[in-house]
C-alpha cells in the first residue's frame, strides 16, 4: 500500500514564524504535491514537484515556498506565517504514467495548522 | 480553463436511503479523466474511482455506481443503502488541462458533506 505521511496532524504557530511542513512518501514516486483545503473551497493546489529540486507553482504559491531534496519527502514552507494561512495542509503522490496520463494522487492525513 | 461543481454543499440522508452526489465538469481537452475522492472525518483523502472519458460504461463497485454522461458533462455517484460509515466529505476532480501541460495536477470541486443518520 502507498503511504504518505506528514509530520504533525496538528500545530499551532504564531504570526511570523517560519513553519516546516514535512511529507513522506515510501512508494518511489516522482510527482508530490501540496495542497491547502479551507471550507467551501475545496482543494488548492499551492505547489506541485515532479522531480527532485524541481519544482511549479500551483494556484495559490503566495506565501509559500517548498523543497524537494530527496525524492521521498516533499517539505512546505512558510517563511513569515500569517493568521490567514489558517489551514488544512495536505500533501499527496502519484506515479507519472506512461503516456502522460495523470495517475491516481495519495494522500497523507493532513496537517491542521493554526496561526495565532 | 478546467472546472468542477458540485452543487451539493451537504446531504443527509437515513441509513439504508440511496444517496446521488452531482458533479459537472467543464474541460477544453478531447480525453480527460475524472476522479472521486472521499474525505471521512479523519482528514485522509481516499481514492475512490479514476475513469477516463473513453470509457461511457457505468462503474460499480459494491454499494458504489458511478454515471458517467459525456452530454450533460457529469459524473455522479450514488451510494445504494447507505450506511454511517459513508458519512464523509466527497470530491470530484478533473485534471488541468493537457493544452496548458497540467495533466498531472487535479482541479477539484468544493467537495459534498454527506451526513448518513441513523
Known amino acids: 500500500d502507498v503511504k504518505v505521511t506528514q509530520s504533525s496532524r496538528y500545530l499551532v504557530k504564531r504570526t511570523g514564524e517560519k513553519v516546516f511542513l514535512e511529507c513522506v512518501q515510501d512508494m518511489d514516486h516522482e510527482n508530490m504535491f501540496w495542497y491547502r483545503q479551507d471550507p467551501g473551497l475545496g482543494l488548492r493546489l499551492i505547489y506541485f514537484?515532479?522531480?527532485?529540486?524541481?519544482?511549479e507553482k500551483g494556484d495559490i504559491p503566495e506565501g509559500y515556498s517548498v523543497s524537494r531534496e530527496k525524492k521521498e519527502r516533499f517539505s512546505l514552507i512558510l517563511e513569515s506565517a500569517s493568521t490567514n494561512q489558517t489551514s488544512m495542509y495536505l500533501c499527496a503522490s502519484s506515479l507519472v504514467p506512461a503516456g502522460g496520463s495523470p495517475d491516481t494522487q495519495y494522500f497523507g492525513p493532513g496537517t491542521r495548522l493554526t496561526v495565532l | 480553463a478546467q472546472k468542477v461543481t458540485q452543487a451539493q454543499t451537504e446531504i443527509s440522508v437515513v441509513e439504508k436511503e440511496d444517496v446521488t452526489l452531482d458533479c459537472v465538469y467543464e474541460t477544453r481537452d478531447t480525453t480527460y479523466y475524472l476522479f472521486w475522492y472521499k474525505q471521512p472525518p479523519s482528514g485522509e483523502l481516499v481514492f475512490l474511482i479514476r475513469r477516463n472519458s473513453f470509457d461511457e460504461q457505468n462503474e460499480i463497485s459494491g454499494r458504489y455506481s458511478w454515471n458517467f454522461q459525456k452530454s450533460t458533462s457529469s459524473f455522479n455517484f450514488t451510494i445504494t443503502a447507505s450506511q454511517v460509515v459513508d458519512s464523509a466529505v466527497y470530491f470530484c476532480?478533473?485534471?488541468?488541462?493537457?493544452?496548458?501541460?497540467?495533466?498531472?495536477?487535479?482541479?477539484f470541486g468544493t467537495g459534498t458533506q454527506l451526513k448518513v443518520e441513523l
Open positions: 514537484s515532479y522531480d527532485v529540486k524541481m519544482k
Open positions: 476532480a478533473l485534471p488541468k488541462s493537457i493544452l496548458t501541460g497540467g495533466g498531472n495536477k487535479l482541479t
